[in-house]
């Protein structure tokens, strides 16, 4: 015999296997909506059930840091002749990190825009979590050029002063820049 509170935990388990068993492609991140899920039920549990499955809920931690690190970044007078931004990518050692630096152009076909820093934030770069990160570069940014894009879809501070700029952009700071916002 269950108690209530057991039954409902069994019952959250089942759906929640269920949820993790229907994507239909491999991911490092579990959707939101099994996340959001699995944080309704015993979020110890949760976790412990979602590493076996190899996707993580910490997902939600970074953002939200990624997230506060943008808005205190951006919360101070910046310098009026802004156009760009750019989410700085580094690999050292196997570990990652972004920074985010305000430029003084923006130029699509000229990468090199992101090179004419005239902003940086006080702590102009935080590390990403390899649980966010992942091993490899390609899923790295792929997982950054995501988060950042749905911060800039948001009503967050600093999403409303990206939204004024010329051009945004993502990447590694030894590779190609990806233009997420532009003209």
């Not at 899920?37 to 976790?47: C, D, K, L, P, V």
Request: proline content about 4%; aromatic content about 12%.
């Amino acid at each position: 015999m269950y108690t209530y509170q057991e039954y409902y935990l069994l019952l959250g388990w089942f759906q929640l296997l269920s949820l993790c068993k229907n994507l239909t492609k491999p991911v490092n991140r579990p959707p939101q909506h099994v996340t959001l899920f699995a944080e309704q039920i015993n979020r110890q549990a949760a976790t412990a059930v979602l590493a076996a499955l190899g996707l993580s809920m910490f997902h939600r931690n970074f953002e939200s840091t990624f997230y506060k690190w943008v808005n205190e970044s951006l919360s101070k007078e910046l310098p009026e002749c802004i156009e760009g931004f750019s989410f700085n990518l580094i690999e050292n050692c196997g570990d990652f990190s972004i920074e985010l630096v305000g430029t003084a152009s923006f130029d699509e076909d000229d990468q090199d825009w992101a090179c004419d820093e005239i902003f940086e934030p006080n702590r102009r770069a935080i590390s990403i979590p390899e649980k966010y990160s992942g091993l490899q570069w390609e899923i790295c940014l792929d997982n950054m050029q995501t988060l950042l894009i749905d911060y800039m879809k948001s009503n967050e501070k600093g999403a409303l002063v990206l939204q004024r700029a010329e051009g945004i952009g993502i990447g590694f700071v030894d590779g190609d820049l990806i233009v997420v916002k532009k003209p």
